[in-house]
């Protein structure tokens, strides 16, 4: 760690009202996947941030905005106080380094002709990480070891020998390997066994705790996301919805959509009160306007304020922000501030 | 006393291999009883989604039912020939496959698919008839009437996943089989198939299996309970004497899985992995993952025993 105060330096990777629309043009409006939303990821204090929202939320874009995968239709995205966009070779090098991702699929991204070992050793030897074989080795078996694997057990063998938990963990061997920053996880354990999961979840939670590696979480899962996380950002159709400190977000939901995703989520209780639940959830019939929450349809508390302008982020405790007219007596919480209620 | 609707006895399914066979289901056996909602549970390759398929015929070559029968009240479905299997599905035991909404045909409106299956089984409606009826059954998932008149794309995954389970009712089924069929879903909108599924089932008085490994959704869903585990069954037992006092070691494992909402840092695992079945563990195949087992567990394999109104099979229960 470096003794320079947190002032002094630009964060990792900061969002500056970030959004993205796709299609649209020729007086066409496109489908708005994020709207204006600032995020700011500080290396000097690792934490587990999770996002959290349903398909077509928006978060998945905003790991793909913050990894430079997909160019911003507004705002920015600044890595070390630069403009991704425009990072030199040299800049853009170190983000690289710096910033790591895990996908989804631990199958996809492994090509079935190579031994495991590829996807280990390509970063190696990309960002000069070993001088020697040898090196290599040591760096490698390091690596493997920090996400609970044997290394014996791995190298050598091909991908279609090696289960899916496993294959999933090389993954995050492989992210740790360049010793990054940071590591954007999309939905990394949606297509393991529950059993697994943990595992594997454990595995990041512990690059944050003993490798000082900010983790930044996409999942529709809510409950694991209580687990790993510090901070958590709930997101509802590109609009963020509550965002703060993750045990009282999901203790005690304040934004109406993270209510209805907290009660949705089934629990092995002897209480079956699950389905009797969906039963008596309230519904509206109030239709959406293109310039009001974009929640209202679905709210049970849904008022005619709701529809005329969109809900502003209200500070409604110290670690949290709420989207919602409900808690307009609190003060409004700034898009740039919106850091604050997300540290640990 | 009703008699079952459904009878599953020592049903054995091998898949052939160059490597050796690999029996995916081995020997299970049970009943159900008409309006029940019976879970099966356990992790990917315990042979859950190969029973499920294996009841309706539906395993392919390199697999073959080796042993074991199904009975659908007093037909015994391994005597039936091909016209009569294909009478008997959707007509007897409907299936919501997994992924099931995206077996819907993408250029055919929802309400022709349905007529489909009509057609399929010698239904002759009139025009007016099988309107009305297509209706009613877009009515019993809770979707308006004009999604007839839609194709596949235009709806929602969750009206997709609502489409299939009136294509899977519109015989009116005895038995709909369940496998998986909220795991694309978001929480929200499988909360809403499930009270779909759930109420139609009760209007039909249909028995259903519910193929799954989320023990969150069986405790909520399903009236009683079996656990697989490399292709048997370990434990059967009601669903509230599974989360109150589950027996089989891995069926709490598979519970202690569930991250919780009240605690954290209690995420746990189970440790060791499902065993291959090409190289099974002598004993209790669940032995190298128990942290209770005794040498017994390692050299006899246990059988189902009835404890209590469970059954289990762990030398230690």
Not at chain 1, 173 to 196: G, H, N, Q, W, Y
Not at chain 1, 246 to 261: D, F, K, M, N, S
Not at chain 2, 92 to 116: K, Y
Request: net charge neutral.
């Amino acid at each position: 760690m470096m003794p320079i105060s947190h002032d002094a330096m630009p964060p990792l990777i900061e969002a500056v009202e970030v959004g993205k629309r796709f299609g649209g043009g020729l007086g066409r409006e496109g489908t708005l996947a994020l709207a204006g939303l600032s995020l700011a990821i500080d290396a000097e204090r690792p934490s587990v941030i999770a996002v959290v929202g349903e398909s077509g939320s928006g978060k998945t874009t905003l790991a793909r905005l913050l990894l430079g995968l997909v160019e911003p239709t507004e705002g920015m995205v600044r890595y070390r106080g630069q403009d991704l966009r425009r990072l030199g070779f040299e800049a853009r090098r170190t983000f690289r380094r710096d910033v790591q991702a895990i996908f989804q699929d631990p199958y996809g991204v492994y090509n079935p002709f190579y031994r495991v070992d590829h996807v280990l050793t390509v970063p190696v030897r990309r960002f000069g990480l070993a001088t020697s074989r040898a090196d290599a080795r040591d760096l490698i078996g390091e690596a493997l070891r920090a996400v609970g694997l044997r290394p014996e057990e791995i190298l050598g063998r091909y991908p279609h020998q090696l289960s899916g938990g496993q294959r999933q963990r090389v993954m995050v061997a492989r992210a740790l390997l360049p010793k990054p920053k940071l590591i954007v996880a999309d939905e990394p354990v949606s297509m393991v066994d529950a059993s697994l999961r943990a595992t594997i979840l454990g595995s990041l939670r512990r690059l944050t705790d003993e490798h000082g590696i900010s983790i930044l979480y996409i999942t529709h899962d809510l409950a694991t996301a209580y687990q790993v996380s510090d901070a958590i950002l709930v997101l509802y159709r590109a609009h963020l919805a509550e965002a703060g400190a993750v045990e009282p977000v999901v203790r005690r939901p304040q934004h109406p959509y993270t209510q209805l995703l907290v009660s949705a989520i089934p629990r092995a209780h002897a209480e079956r009160d699950w389905l009797a639940e969906e039963n008596e959830t309230p519904r509206t019939s109030v239709a959406l306007t293109p310039e009001g929450c974009v929640f209202a349809d679905r709210c049970p508390h849904a008022v005619e304020l709701c529809l005329a302008a969109p809900p502003a982020l209200h500070r409604t405790e110290p670690r949290r922000g709420v989207a919602c007219v409900q808690y307009r007596e609190h003060a409004v919480l700034s898009a740039s501030a919106l850091g604050e209620v997300l540290l640990p | 006393m009703s008699e079952p609707v459904l009878r599953v006895e020592g049903l054995r399914v091998a898949f052939d291999h160059p490597l050796g066979k690999v029996r995916a289901v081995d020997d299970v056996s049970f009943a159900l009883m008409p309006g029940e909602r019976f879970g099966l549970a356990g992790e990917s390759g315990s042979g859950k989604s190969t029973l499920a398929l294996s009841i309706l015929r539906l395993i392919k070559p390199p697999g073959h039912i080796e042993a074991g029968a199904v009975w659908l009240d007093d037909a015994r479905i391994a005597d039936l020939d091909d016209d009569g299997i294909r009478r008997l599905r959707l007509a007897g035991i409907a299936l919501v496959p997994q992924g099931s909404m995206n077996s819907l045909n993408p250029v055919l409106r929802i309400g022709r698919q349905i007529a489909d299956a009509f057609a399929d089984h010698g239904l002759r409606l009139g025009h007016r008839e099988e309107q009305r009826r297509i209706a009613a059954l877009l009515a019993a998932v809770g979707l308006p009437p004009t999604i007839a008149r839609m194709y596949p794309h235009e709806l929602s995954g969750g009206m997709k996943q609502r489409a299939c389970i009136a294509i899977a009712i519109s015989l009116r089924p005895k038995v709909i089989i369940a496998d998986e069929p909220t795991s694309a879903l978001d929480v929200v909108v499988q909360r809403q198939v499930m009270a779909t599924l759930a109420r139609v089932q009760q209007e039909l008085g249909a028995a259903v299996i519910l193929v799954g490994h989320d023990m969150g959704l069986m405790a909520q869903f399903v009236d009683r309970l079996g656990i697989m585990y490399a292709g048997r069954l370990v434990e059967v037992a009601p669903i509230a004497d599974i989360i109150a006092r589950p027996r089989h070691p891995y069926t709490r494992a598979l519970i202690a899985a569930l991250p919780s909402l009240e605690a954290r840092g209690m995420l746990a695992g189970i440790p060791g992995l499902a065993p291959s079945l090409r190289e099974l563990p002598s004993g209790c195949a669940f032995h190298p993952r128990c942290d209770l087992a005794t040498d017994r567990c390692r050299a006899e394999r246990p059988v189902l025993r009835d404890i209590a109104g469970s059954q289990v099979g762990c030398h230690l229960a």
